[in-house]
């Protein structure tokens, strides 16, 4: 089945230790979001990457980076994890283009800090 | 500034009966709306849309309904089971300011439970 996967689904680091997530799509799709979620929150969008552009959102913080080195794979990057970055963090893809579609989202890693 | 609403943060519903959750939204640039079911510790997963030109989308027992003058739009879900517990999110698409692609604002969830 074609899926967006997210790894680890869960992850515990330290204040200040650099983290980074995973996600995967076999969707083949052309668009990959990172959302931000945290309890009883919408989920808040952080970047896409639509092919290779890169679109941050103009309150992202500077601690979260993102990398996308081919058409499957996209990660997120925190260098300087937060109390305040424990969250749940939501890959999702869509078909992208000139007309809305539907986002497609895996199931989420939550991020806790220590 | 939310753009989406959802003004119940909770929904509680027999099952058998109809569910209805709403949403409103203020931007009259959104051309694309979604409602997502989200289980604990599970992504969203999509459940049914519905474009800025139609006024009414169903599939199976879950119908949208939209109403651009008001700006608001519903689910309703016929008849409700005890399956169908989960959080809804609404969302709605416009394009991004560079106008590359679209982006999803999402309210902030109602959470349904159907009791049997």
């Known amino acids: 089945d074609a899926m967006v996967i997210q790894n680890p689904r869960y992850q515990v680091t330290q204040f200040g230790k650099p983290v980074t997530l995973s996600c995967s799509q076999t969707l083949n799709h052309n668009v990959m979001y990172w959302y931000q979620q945290k309890s009883s929150q919408a989920p808040k969008l952080l970047f896409h990457y639509y092919d290779k552009d890169f679109n941050n959102e103009a309150d992202t913080p500077d601690n979260f980076q993102s990398r996308r080195p081919n058409t499957s794979f996209c990660f997120l990057d925190i260098r300087s994890p937060g109390l305040g970055d424990a969250a749940m963090y939501l890959c999702a893809t869509s078909r992208g283009g000139r007309v809305a579609d539907t986002q497609y989202f895996g199931p989420g890693t939550r991020l806790t800090v220590l | 500034d939310q753009q989406v609403k959802q003004n119940s943060p909770s929904l509680s519903v027999q099952e058998g009966r109809i569910s209805i959750l709403n949403c409103d939204y203020t931007n009259s640039m959104f051309d694309y709306f979604l409602w997502y079911k989200k289980y604990p510790a599970e992504g969203p997963t999509f459940l049914i849309s519905?474009?800025?030109?139609?006024d009414k989308n169903e599939d199976g027992r879950f119908t949208v309904f939209l109403n651009k003058s008001a700006k608001h739009l519903s689910l309703h879900i016929v008849p409700s089971q005890p399956g169908d517990s989960a959080v809804y999110f609404c969302?709605?698409?416009?394009?991004?300011?560079?106008?590359?692609?679209?982006?999803?604002?999402f309210g902030k969830g109602t959470l349904l439970t159907v009791n049997p």
């Open positions: 519905i474009s800025s030109i139609k």
């Open positions: 969302a709605a698409s416009a394009r991004n300011s560079g106008g590359s692609n679209y982006k999803l604002t």
